[in-house]
């Protein structure tokens, strides 16, 4: 049983950082692709990050380029992710989420595991 446990949510006014941290369990963490979505009130959960089992590849979705970081420690079984220059827009559930390839994918249908989610809000 994989588990995903997301945590380092939070309240923060525009401009601020925050950083995600997804502690995964289970089964072998350095093997798989990992991803970040997020899912705003109304609207449907969408694609904000990804990296590579090894880490040398990231992706990210143009609303966030420049401004998030990606990151994994496989020995610690941890994913990351760094929030920089939070706009009220990102407010959201944000969840992390285990896919069985190593490869990045983008779409949601193509991981097999997620968290229970954790909560940003940005205030203006």
């Known amino acids: 049983q994989v588990q995903l446990v997301e945590s380092g949510g939070g309240l923060v006014q525009a401009g601020d950082s925050l950083r995600l941290s997804c502690g995964v369990s289970?089964?072998?963490?350095?093997?798989?692709?990992m991803g970040w979505f997020r899912q705003a009130p109304g609207k449907e959960r969408e694609f904000v990050a990804a990296i590579s089992w090894s880490g040398g590849s990231t992706d990210y979705s143009d609303s966030v380029k420049g401004r998030f970081t990606i990151s994994r420690d496989n020995a610690k079984n941890t994913l990351y992710l760094q929030m920089n220059g939070l706009k009220p827009e990102d407010t959201a559930v944000y969840y992390c989420?285990?896919?069985?390839?190593?490869?990045?994918?983008?779409?949601?249908?193509?991981?097999?595991?997620w968290g229970q989610g954790t909560q940003v809000t940005v205030s203006s």
């Open positions: 989420a285990r896919r069985s390839g190593r490869g990045i994918k983008t779409s949601s249908k193509d991981y097999d595991y």
């Open positions: 289970g089964r072998t963490f350095d093997n798989a692709a």
